[in-house]
């Protein structure tokens, strides 16, 4: 299985609401990442989760909460959004962290949208 | 931390070899060349990596000259399945989370 599962795919939300974002890889993988993309834009790190200890947090905003309660998930909790929040949320693992020749497998990502 | 550039966009046709460049003019010693292909609606995915001279899998080789200022992903007879964003990363060999992203050369292929 080479596979990181994103759900929700597609989610809609107003700004007062509370969602979670989910992410799943069975690969034995100990770094997992999220990433914000812009609509013809490269992908932005968010965070980096080692060990299922958060690493790295590129100051991204308190609205955005990330939590990984095992070494297969992945969370990323969601409230009160603005509507730039509006993105492809993408999900990522690597067998470890600081080894940039690594490959990093992505998920196929939730479509966010915040009204 | 190194800067890449590459073209916005490309076109070519089926079965033709496509050469994309990325120009990383103040690479670090302990940086490595990335390439990721990105279909829409999809996370990226990995296309091949290498740190100097040629690397080739079964996708795609990569070109890096002696200066490594630059490299090349050659994707060798493309097919309308081809048509994608091709992202060129540098990044040391010790911190993933460094990775710097280029910002995409959309490749159309015509058929």
């Known amino acids: 299985d080479t596979e990181v599962t994103q759900t929700p795919k597609h989610l809609v939300m107003g700004m007062t609401n509370k969602k979670s974002l989910k992410c799943e890889q069975h690969?034995?993988?100990?770094?997992m990442y999220w990433y914000k993309q812009k609509a013809k834009k490269p992908p932005e790190l968010m965070f980096v989760?080692?060990?299922?200890?958060?690493?790295i947090n590129e100051s991204v905003p308190s609205r955005f909460s990330p939590e990984c309660p095992n070494s297969s998930l992945l969370n990323l909790h969601l409230h009160a959004l603005q509507p730039e929040d509006s993105a492809l949320y993408l999900c990522?693992?690597?067998?470890?962290?600081?080894?940039?020749?690594?490959?990093?497998?992505f998920g196929s990502g939730t479509q966010l949208s915040v009204l | 931390l190194a800067k890449t550039t590459q073209p916005i966009s490309m076109d070519s046709y089926e079965g033709q070899e496509v050469n994309i460049t990325c120009s990383h003019n103040n690479i670090a010693t302990n940086d490595y060349i990335t390439w990721y292909q990105q279909f829409p609606s999809q996370g990226p995915r990995f296309i091949i990596q290498?740190?100097?001279?040629?690397v080739t899998n079964e996708v795609a080789s990569l070109f890096i000259p002696a200066d490594r200022k630059s490299s090349t992903l050659s994707l060798p007879r493309v097919s309308l399945s081809d048509t994608a964003v091709y992202y060129c990363?540098?990044?040391?060999?010790?911190?993933?989370?460094?990775?710097?992203w280029g910002a995409g050369t959309k490749l159309i292929i015509k058929p």
């Open positions: 690969m034995g993988h100990r770094a």
């Open positions: 990363l540098v990044g040391p060999m010790d911190s993933n989370y460094q990775l710097i």
């Open positions: 290498g740190y100097k001279t040629k």
């Open positions: 990522a693992s690597s067998q470890q962290r600081f080894t940039a020749n690594e490959k990093l497998f």
């Open positions: 989760y080692s060990y299922e200890k958060l690493s």
